[in-house]
């Protein structure tokens, strides 16, 4: 199953793992386009593919998906669709700081638990969270960036979400993987009336050869756009070291008399 299919890296995905001879269900709101994509794949690959036309960001929408992934069986799950809403939060309208947490959270959350008892009791299967080089984003003081609070913080979420599940499920058979790409060519700016034409970018299909690539590898968290993954190492033993300075009892000395 691959979520956020009818554009971008969602539908790059699909386009890769039909070639790849893999049978699908793919997600999207405009379902059209989806039976468009399904129609070529079939074709394409003889492979089967199933369009559902489901809006993540409503109860009822992301129940119907969470109910067919759990009934599949599904091998493969990518937790792909995402949305920015880049703004200033003051400006930020509440409804549109709702969606971004149902989408970009909620649905991430959900189909992972409806998808993942079934590849444990099987000891196969693989899910794939795509979040963004923006999680990493907090501290950074670049001004160029967009406003972009609670979209980083979602996808701040998706990695200590994504990595705290494949230490939970790794050992039970089941793959894991966070894909956090930094500029990808597709409709996510345009979208927001965003023109990033003069941004390096990536292409879709060259963040899913990453991530399949990785997967294949075995590794944990795919940065297509890093070249040096010691970076990624450094990161990771400084948070274990933070955990582990602070977790003490008592106040540290900064602190005496105040
Ligand atoms: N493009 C980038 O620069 C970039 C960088 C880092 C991470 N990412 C992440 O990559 C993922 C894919 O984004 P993209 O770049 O491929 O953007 P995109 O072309 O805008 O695709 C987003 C996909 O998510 C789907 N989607 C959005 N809201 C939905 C909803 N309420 N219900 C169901 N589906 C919904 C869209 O389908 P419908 O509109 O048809 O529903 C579309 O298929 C996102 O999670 C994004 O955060 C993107």
Redesign the pocket.
């Known amino acids: 199953m691959v ?8 539908a790059a995905y699909a386009e890769r793992l039909a070639s790849d001879g893999w049978d699908l269900m793919i ?4 379902v059209e ?1 989806l039976d468009q994509l399904a129609a070529r794949l079939r074709d394409a690959h003889g492979v089967d593919v199933e369009s559902i036309g ?4 409503a109860a009822s ?1 992301l129940g119907r998906v969470c109910e067919a992934v759990a009934a599949a069986p599904v091998e493969m799950l990518v937790n ?5 809403h880049y703004m200033p939060f003051v400006e930020l309208p509440p409804s549109k700081a709702r ?1 971004l947490l149902e ?2 959270v909620a649905a991430f959350v959900l189909l992972s638990r409806a998808a993942a008892p079934g590849m444990v009791e099987r000891a196969s299967g693989a899910i794939i969270n ?1 979040a ?2 923006l999680a990493f984003s907090g501290a950074a003081q670049e001004p160029f960036l967009p406003k972009r609070a609670v979209y980083a913080a979602t ?1 701040s979420f998706v990695v200590t979400f994504t990595e705290l599940l494949a230490a939970e499920l790794q050992p039970l058979g089941v793959q894991v993987q966070l894909v956090c ?4 060519r ?4 345009t ?1 927001q009336g965003m023109d990033v034409s003069s941004v390096p970018r990536m292409e ?1 299909h060259d963040v899913v050869r990453a991530s399949l690539t990785d997967l294949a590898r075995g590794v944990l968290v795919s940065v297509p756009g890093l070249s040096d993954t010691d970076a990624l190492a450094e990161v990771q033993a400084a948070n274990a070291g933070l955990l582990r300075a602070a977790r003490v009892a008592e106040l540290p000395a900064r602190y005496a008399g105040s």
């Open positions: 979520t956020g299919a009818s554009s971008g890296i969602g997600v999207a709101r405009r386009r489901a809006d993540l960001s929408g792909n669709a995402g949305l920015a969606e989408v970009n795509v963004s080089l996808k790409p930094g500029v990808v597709s409709e996510f700016h979208r879709p």
